[in-house]
């Protein structure tokens, strides 16, 4: 009993020098990305931008009506695409699932195009849209495990075929109405530029409830990820627990996409990386999830503002660059068998 309490100590310790490295590194990319830019801001300039408010120089306009908006949709974005990430691999058991290679993003982005082309004024819905595509998405990939019993591999690729279905109708929407998505092609890259706080307000209030569901899920998580017999066996309804968890992972994944277009990789990367820390315990994986994803996030949206300036790259092809040849290297060191 002693030595399991020793061991609980320890590990509670490290996940707690964990969270401060990975508060540590947004912190410092949030500092950098209000510095640096096409326009470099000194760091005393920036203090005192962000508490001195607005003087009129153009240096605190820059801080607090450019850079601010966007580190803050950095912050929303990343942690909420991480965390549902790392939770449809586990709802679905598939380490190669995220809301970019199963169709959920495609799905919220077909939502919310929707929704602009019907109601282009009403900002305030494009969240609520963005999460029933979503949840959609998510259902309908749900449908397509439970149901043939799909192989991993088997299940990627219907996940391919349905983002590729959803691109095309937010394709024609587009077509019928130009004006539904301003910057389309960023939209579709994923780019966090021209971004305001006002627009922000909807999608943050959904990714902090959202978060807060799934912080408080991580116990039926973890029982659901021993199986559907073992978790039955303890009690647990879990067919309704996978809906539940896939509607807060549809949620994330929705408020994001509303905002920030269709980021890829995010909540793919992100969980396989710091599972290597924390293991399969999601009560230390999905927080540290989102303070990872919101780190990258940020360190790849301010290389994408800097290293081509006076051009600025859409973070959705940095993520690209960098989320690809990972999925590449992630389907490689799969043995054989495994997800085929």
């Known amino acids: 009993m002693k030595s399991l309490r020793t061991s609980s100590t320890r590990k509670n310790k ?5 969270f401060a490295a990975l508060s540590l590194a947004a912190a410092l990319a949030a500092v950098l990305s209000l510095a640096l830019g096409p326009v470099s801001v000194a760091p ?58 199963i169709g959920v993003n495609s799905g919220a982005g077909l939502a919310a195009a929707l929704c602009c082309a019907i109601a282009p004024t009403s900002q305030v819905l494009v969240p609520a849209a963005a999460f029933l595509g979503a949840m959609a998405a998510a259902l309908l990939v749900l449908f397509i495990a439970e149901r043939t019993g799909a192989a991993k591999i088997t299940l990627v690729l219907a996940g391919v075929a349905i983002s590729n279905i959803l691109s095309a109708g937010v394709d024609a929407i587009v077509t019928f109405a130009p004006d539904a998505l301003n910057a389309y092609s960023d939209f579709r890259i994923g ?16 990714t902090v409830l959202a978060l807060i569901a799934a ?13 559907s017999e073992t978790a039955r066996s303890l009690g ?3 067919g309704r627990m996978r809906i539940i968890l896939l509607a807060v992972a549809a949620a994330l994944a929705g408020a994001a996409v509303s905002f920030a277009g269709l980021l890829g990789f995010i909540g793919l990367v992100t969980p396989h990386m710091l599972r290597r820390f924390t ?12 303070l990872g994803g ?4 940020l360190i790849c949206d301010t290389a994408s503002r800097t290293l081509f300036a006076p ?30």
């Not at 490290?14 to 964990?18: A, E, G, H, V």
């Not at 912080?215 to 199986?227: W, Y």
């Not at 919101?294 to 996030?297: D, F, S």
């Open 279 to 290: 293991g399969d315990e999601s009560r230390y994986l999905l927080p540290a999830c989102a």
């Open 215 to 227: 912080f408080s899920l991580t116990n039926e998580l973890d029982v659901l990820t021993l199986g």
């Open 44 to 101: 005393w300039d920036v203090v005192a931008a962000l508490f001195g408010g607005n003087d009129g120089s153009a240096e605190a306009r820059i801080v607090l009506y450019a850079r601010l908006p966007r580190i803050c949709g950095c912050i929303l974005a990343g942690a909420a695409l991480a965390v549902s990430g790392a939770l449809t691999q586990s709802v679905l058991a598939n380490p190669l699932a995220a809301p970019s290679t």
């Open 236 to 238: 647990m309804n879990a």
């Open 311 to 340: 051009y600025q790259l859409p973070v959705g092809i940095m993520l690209s660059l960098i989320g690809g040849p990972f999925f590449i290297w992630l389907l490689l060191r799969q043995r054989k068998g495994r997800i085929v």
């Open 191 to 206: 780019s966090l530029a021209n971004l305001t706080l006002e627009r922000l307000a909807a999608p943050a209030a959904v």
């Open 14 to 18: 490290k996940m707690w020098r964990l």
């Open 294 to 297: 919101a780190a990258l996030l």
